[in-house]
């Protein structure tokens, strides 16, 4: 690494998004974290005291615009710029489509679509003076639907749909990633009202991809610059 990155990742608590940040920060780049858990923040800060990158981190939702604009000024001048944007945070709520709760399906689309493009409307400006890189992360369901998770699988495709779009538009100016996950060995599936599929698909995220190994494949995407882009990458659960 030649030198350290800014880089400003939501969703970043627990989960995913904080193995992201603390492999980040120990690689000895600086990060601003930003999630509704303050306390979640705070331990990774204490966790990431010791490591060669800084660490900042902002408490807000990706569904308020403000908090995010705030966050990522923040970010900006705490650490010279942005040059990495990772908009990590999603949820996924899984149910047959006709007992589905609307609400259910609305604060997925607020959360994994327009949380999104919240969070790139905001560091859009910094990245193209950076020449940055934007890291979006999508999911297996992203290429492939899967029995009562329409609404999210729709969410993924349309993460997916924006990384080619800003590929496409910004080529020469911004690289852009997606990682597609399988299932990974977090609480995501938690939120999940319906007992009977909760019980049905716990053991398969339990059994999934541990967060660390998703964030070596984010750290692998970062510091390729130079040597070329990843532009996308999927990651599977190894169950030969």
């Known amino acids: 690494m030649t030198q350290p990155y800014s880089i400003f990742i939501t969703g970043a608590s627990s989960g995913i ?16 974290a930003f999630a509704r858990s303050k306390d979640g923040l705070q331990n990774i800060s204490t966790e990431t005291e010791q490591c060669s990158g800084k660490f900042a981190y902002s408490v ?9 604009k705030k966050a ?14 990772i908009p990590n945070a999603g949820i996924g709520f899984f149910n047959p489509l006709e007992e589905a709760s609307f609400e259910e399906w609305e604060a997925m689309i607020d959360v994994n679509i327009t949380g999104v493009l919240r969070t790139l409307h905001s560091a859009l400006p910094y990245l193209l003076k950076s020449k940055g890189q934007i890291i979006n992360i999508g999911s297996i369901a992203a290429r492939h639907v899967f029995p009562n998770s329409g609404v999210y699988c729709a969410t993924k495709h349309a993460v997916l749909a924006l990384s080619e779009s800003l590929r496409i538009e910004y080529t020469n100016k911004l690289a852009i990633t997606t990682i597609n996950p399988g299932s990974v060995d977090t609480p995501f599936i938690d939120r999940t009202q319906n007992e009977k599929l909760l019980n049905e698909y716990k053991p398969t995220f339990n059994s999934g991809m541990q967060p660390k190994f998703i964030a070596k494949a984010v750290l692998q995407a970062v510091e390729a610059n130079g040597s070329g882009i990843y532009s996308e990458i999927t990651l599977r659960p190894d169950r030969r």
Not at 17 to 32: F, M, P, R, S
């Open 17 to 32: 998004g904080a193995c992201i940040a603390k492999q980040l920060c120990d690689a000895g780049h600086n990060v601003h």
């Open 72 to 85: 990522i000024e923040r970010c900006a001048n705490e650490f010279g710029g942005v040059d990495i944007l």
């Open 60 to 68: 807000g939702d990706v569904t308020n615009n403000n908090d995010l």
